[in-house]
């Protein structure tokens, strides 16, 4: 070990703290001059890891750059260097913000240092080690890119330490990592430094479930009642509470999932005048407390609810949630740091990590709403809620606990309790911003490479391999079921007659009638010779299923599925026949009412049709009826088949090749897909640039065209939006006030408001954002991509008279708005404004956003 290693722990051990073996090891390669992947459980010293590399930084007189994916934890991290190192090493980027940007050390949203590295920022020659923390955040549908892209540009003298939650695939994730950065030490720990003990909260007792689930506490028939989302009731909560905090296991953190049901759960403990805090805690939050609110205005204070969080806090509890004021989400990081709040209820960006450790996590339900539909949570997700349990030199033990409802699955829980991860998959893709800062720099050879070199394409190319495999085996089956056919019928053909017929024309009026009526028989005639023990293949709308009958009475069957799951089967159920597949043996003497049982007769089924699933054999059945009816054709009619006697027969026989060669067709069309599928897609957006002048081909090369200058400045999902509305000639016409307006509907926050902004001037302004938009997603269409976001017009007006100098509390009023939905969309805005600005230096809008930036920025906080 080097001397700086050895005073680097020598450090640690002053403070009381040995270093683990794994952070060891990940020292140990850094120093050798390797990239290092780090994948360790939440808690267990990750970011010892990359504080090494920025000890490697400051001695060899290097720069270190420290990302963050959300700018809460680069502040967070910041404040952390800054007080350890001094405030003259560190500095933060985060696109608002800009504290000492010459720093040896600077912490830094992913997507700034994306530009850094795109705009060939003179300061990247300086740059030793680059720390990717959660580097797993890869897969995020929309920050996701932006790490692919860091990777895939950082200059090969940058040592890399990415930290990462436990990933399913370490072993791809870090293949591709060496494909492109060279030596990369891979180190893997699953050792919690602080045991975690997982329990259910049925009642007054906590139920451990690290041995297996307990039985579930509803009945079947309650099942099906789930629709109902019922709360925990403020009692119940208040219970579970007092029940951990007598056994000495607070502070807690509790994950409602929704800002309302967190804001609820607070207001609940106050009415019930809940009490978390001694008299001398309480003192203390009130003195830190009242030191904070001397920075607002009694209007300002007032619009914040100022009052109510006060008190909570004294209590020692509160909320945290992206809806609050900012000030007080970090005044409750702050006190919990301290010891002086015992419970906070949060919604699941508090596990992203913000630096919160607590004794107990408590989780009210397994679902959250994922912006579109409430979905289960992933076992990663669970895992790092769960994460945040224990807190290392206090705590020997950390305690998760899930709180039993009505609406509570067992079956998830039974999966996310496991600790299994989930694979990381690429999210990437190639955005015009990306496309038009890579030909700035590249040819356009060269650009399609380095998408090739992407994780994405990586991982397409990896399945590839598995697609080509399962194509092989349709085929090999395909030419079995071609020889069973070729004995078949003695008139002709059979093979050449099917395939005849399944691409034939569409079928007359009265030809789909017969048809869909002779379909119904089979169905009818299906149903009524299925028979107990007896497996089948069939679709309910449209779905396929396979199930075993168990019992067959008075015009229903019971069957259960291959997820083990059990229900009555009508005939009117049915979208096609049902398919004999085989036989499967009901255990004997045993309930069916028993877990163990269900899931037997499941992994029986599973078995049993794996090779059938995994082929496609049965998937002609979640076709519809009209596939029998064909138009007959001279052609079809002069085959010597389509007389035979027995051809409804056959045609039953065929079933099996009619799907087999619509598998083989599909497959094929996906092993074509993949072939530099991500190089295509680039060449599809710069497509659309290409036809509005962004991009321009000459001489068999492609220049940047006008507008690719501004573009190339313009980091937003809606970046090739808000270039086309730079160029029209309605927003020139806006006071800075309004412009500011106008530029908050390209945020995309759904948060914000859909409604249309009262003033004439901002309408029109959002009439042509709307034509635009149309525009670019008919250009899209025709270039089979999607890139254009959909925008937002709610907080035009509201932010129009921000900038004109109203209050906060009229301003959220009359904008329906949440303060901290309204203060975190200032600060993305005077991000964006930010780049408007940079890019259109001696432009009018350059000089429009800068104005409106400062109208904006009437606060120290934002």
Known sequence: MSLIASNFADNYAARGIILDPFQREAIDALERGHDVLVCAPTGSGKTVVAEFAVEMALAREARCVYTAPIKALSNQKYKDLAQRLGEENVGLLTGDVTINRDAPIIV?????????????????????????????????????????????????????VSLSATVANIEEFSGWLRSVRGPTAVVVSTVRPVPLQQFLARGRSLISIDDGMP?????????????????????????????????????????????????????????????????????????????????????DAKAVRWGFWAKAMGRGFSAHHAGMFPVLKELAESLMDQGLLKLVFATGTLALGIDMPVSTVIIDELRKFNGEDFVNLTAT???????????????????AVVIDTDELDMDVLGEVAKGQSEPLMSAFFPSYNTVVNLLANYSPGKA????????????????????????????????????????????????????????????????????????????????AQAATGMLYAYALDGELEYALVLSVGNGKLRVINAFGEMYWLREDDLSAQMRLVGEIAIP???????????E???????????????????????????????????????????????????????????????????????????????????????????????????DGTILLGPGADVLRGIHNEADLLVCE??????????????????????????????????????????????????????????????????????????????????????????????????????????????????VGNGVWFGERAAEAKRLIKRWDWL
């Open 600 to 698: 037997q007769i499941a992994d029986s089924i599973i078995d049993a049709v794996d090779e059938r699933s995994e082929l496609g054999v049965d998937r002609d059945l979640m076709g519809s009826w009209d596939r029998f009816a064909v138009r007959e054709s001279p052609e079809l009619i002069a085959h010597p088949v389509h007389t035979c006697p027995d051809l409804a027969q056959h045609l039953r026989e065929g079933e099996e090749l009619v799907s087999l060669d619509a598998r083989v067709a599909e497959l094929e069309q996906m092993v074509a897909s993949y072939d530099d599928s991500v190089a295509r897609e680039f060449d599809a957006t710069a497509s659309v640039l290409e036809r509005i002048g962004y991009l321009q081909r000459r």
């Open 381 to 399: 997700e669970y895992t790092q809620l769960i994460g945040r349990a224990g807190r290392r030199g206090k705590d020997t033990i950390g305690t």
């Open 108 to 160: 830094v949203t992913t997507e700034v240092l994306r530009n850094m590295l795109f705009t060939r920022d003179p300061g990247v020659a300086h740059i030793g080690y680059v720390v990717l923390d959660e580097v797993h955040y890869l897969a995020d549908p929309s920050r996701g890119p932006v790490w692919e892209e860091v990777i895939l540009q950082l200059p090969p003298h940058v040592r890399l």
């Open 448 to 527: 399609r490479e380095i998408m090739g070199t992407s994780f994405a394409q990586y991982q397409r190319n990896a399945d590839l391999g598995q697609v080509q495999g399962r194509l092989a085996r349709v085929r090999a089956r395909l030419a079995d079921v071609e020889e069973e056919l070729a004995r078949k019928c003695e008139r002709g053909n059979l093979v050449e007659y099917l395939r005849l017929r399944a691409g034939a024309a569409r079928a007359s009026k009265a030809q789909r009638k017969r048809a869909k009526a002779e379909y119904h028989a089979r169905i009818r005639d299906s149903f």
């Open 215 to 299: 039985a579930p506490r509803r009945t079947k028939e309650r099942e099906f009642r789930r629709r109902e989302r019922r709360a925990v009731s403020p009692a119940r909560r208040r219970r579970l509470v007092e029940s951990l905090n007598q056994r000495g296991l607070l502070p807690a953190i509790e994950f409602i999932f929704s800002r309302k049901g967190c804001d609820q759960a607070v207001a609940d403990f106050l009415d019930s005048g809940v009490l978390l805090n001694s008299p001398e805690a309480e003192r203390e939050v009130r003195r830190q407390v009242s030191k904070v609110r001397e920075t607002l205005s009694d209007s």
């Open 588 to 598: 004997f003497g045993r309930s069916l009412k028993e877990r163990e049982v269900r």
């Open 725 to 838: 509305a730079l160029s029209a000639p309605n927003l020139r016409q806006l006071s800075p006030a309004q412009f500011a307006g106008a530029v908050s509907a390209f945020l995309c926050d759904r948060r914000l408001g859909s409604r249309p902004p009262s003033s004439g001037e901002l309408r029109d302004s959002w009439r042509m954002i709307g034509v635009n938009v149309d525009y670019l997603l008919s250009l899209e269409a025709d270039a089979g991509i999607t890139r254009t976001p959909d925008p937002f017009p709610g907080a035009m007006g509201a932010v129009t008279r921000w900038a004109e100098g109203g209050d906060l509390e009229r301003v959220l009023r009359e904008g329906h708005l949440v303060v901290g939905d309204f203060i975190s969309a200032m600060r993305r805005l005077i991000d964006l404004l930010g780049q408007i600005e940079a």
